[in-house]
């Protein structure tokens, strides 16, 4: 531990510090905090616009640009709005980003950074990192974005401390999961695993984009909660207030509320049973739905799912604002905490286009 911390100091990434607090018995532990020198870039294109973060090591999201666009961006438009941030942006003395770190609502294939399919940004086979790191010159890695959002959960929100962890976003476009399964994150032969908004909820359904028919996203939707209470479109913080002021006492609301969550109840219920979580954590539109009354969900759960899986079971509410910028920014830094070693030549080379290094392409 001691040698990495030497690493990192020594390539600027944490600054090291006595503590203040000498009274205490014993040897006083060493302070470590995340520099702000070294950061990475997150980008989260959606359908409705295009996020990019400056995250630092630590998983604080130093700046946040929204670029709000009228149709879902292209990759190519992503790729240029990335590169003119880029040019543009002024960091810190001596500061340098380490690498991009891409949140994609879609598949993205984890061994050629190749996003197979983003339905709701209609993308199909865009080599994305590849588009990204040739652009830029800089190491590229992207995910999905309820990946990313696990990985920051479980990193800096919810899930900490947790070694079991499933993360369930409620979006625009529909719902994405993610899970942390004995402390590593699922990912499958391709990366592709964590589709949970596409698993079956109800037999009777209605016919979902993936060609299926019932899935936990077509039952459980932000559309309908959104129409039940006359908003074209709204943060989930607005769309919770709505609900919370009108359930129980107009009868469509609470029609519509009791269903989402019975099903969603079917979802966790399966989700239970097959993961054996610690934690799952709700984010998004099931979060603001969740929290207008919590014990519906918690009573199906428990009513429905297996006594032993059930038994322990936190279902909680994201409190990171940001999750996917967060853990976009961490495909960066996880390298670095591996192999502190191996960052020193991107540190050196990155922003040189020349530098095959600096060009290197990696997905997760
Ligand atoms: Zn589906």
């Not at 006595?18 to 020198?37: C, I």
């Not at 929100?157 to 399964?181: F, K, R, T, W």
Request: charged content about 20%; glycine content about 12%; overall charge negative.
């Amino acid at each position: 531990m001691a040698t990495i911390v030497t690493e990192l100091d020594s390539l600027q990434l944490v600054t090291v510090s006595q503590p203040l607090d000498t009274k205490r018995v014993g040897r006083p532990s060493t302070v470590v905090r995340p520099s702000q020198r070294h950061i990475a870039v997150a980008v989260y294109p959606d359908t409705d616009a295009i996020a990019i973060g400056v995250v630092a090591l630590g998983g604080e999201v130093l700046r946040e640009f929204r670029f709000d666009v009228e149709s879902a961006p292209t990759a190519v438009h992503t790729v240029n709005t990335l590169q003119a941030l880029l040019r543009g942006l002024e960091l810190s003395d001596g500061g340098t980003v380490l690498g991009i770190g891409i949140g994609v609502p879609g598949l993205v294939d984890a061994r050629d950074g190749v996003v197979r399919v983003a339905p709701h940004l209609d993308w199909h086979d865009e080599p994305l990192v590849d588009m990204v790191a040739t652009a830029t010159g800089l190491p590229t890695w992207a995910a999905n974005d309820a990946t990313c959002a696990v990985v920051a959960e479980g990193r800096f929100g919810q899930g900490v401390d947790e070694d079991n962890l499933v993360y369930l976003n409620g979006g625009a476009g529909g719902i994405g999961g993610g899970a942390i399964v004995g402390g590593q994150l699922l990912s499958g032969v391709n990366g592709y695993s964590g589709e949970l908004g596409h698993m079956l909820v109800n037999s009777d359904g209605v016919h979902c984009h993936c060609g299926a028919v019932g899935c936990l996203e077509t039952e459980v939707n932000r559309h309908d909660l959104l129409r039940v209470v006359g908003l074209a479109d709204a943060e989930a913080g607005l769309l919770e207030q709505r609900l919370r002021d009108t359930y129980g006492t107009d009868p469509a609301v609470t029609a519509a509320v009791d269903r989402q969550l019975d099903f969603l109840g079917v979802g966790l219920r399966n989700i239970v049973n097959i993961f054996n979580p610690g934690t799952i954590v709700l984010g998004g539109f099931l979060a603001a739905v969740r929290n207008v009354t919590q014990e519906r969900l918690q009573e199906t759960v428990e009513r429905s799912a297996l006594a032993g899986p059930s038994s322990e079971v936190r279902i909680v509410s994201s409190s990171l604002d940001d999750n996917v910028l967060i853990g976009a920014g961490e495909l960066v830094f996880r390298t670095i905490l591996r192999d502190p070693a191996s960052v020193s030549t991107s540190v050196s080379s990155a922003g040189s286009e020349s530098d095959s290094e600096a060009r290197r392409v990696a997905a997760s």
